[in-house]
């Protein structure tokens, strides 16, 4: 989750936008969801 949401965050930088920005925010979110998804999808394995 924590490395979702900081690859997240950073995507909204490579067009000039920062990480505290709502796109950062929102990117960050979505990033944190893909990680819990993620980590479920492997831990259920």
Do not use: H, Q
Request: charged residues 5%; hydrophobic residues 55%.
């Amino acid at each position: 989750m924590i490395i979702g949401g900081y690859a997240g965050s950073y995507i909204p930088a490579l067009w000039g936008a920062g990480g505290f920005s709502f796109a950062g925010m929102i990117f960050g979110a979505l990033g944190s969801f893909v990680g819990i998804w993620l980590g479920f999808k492997i831990g259920s394995e």
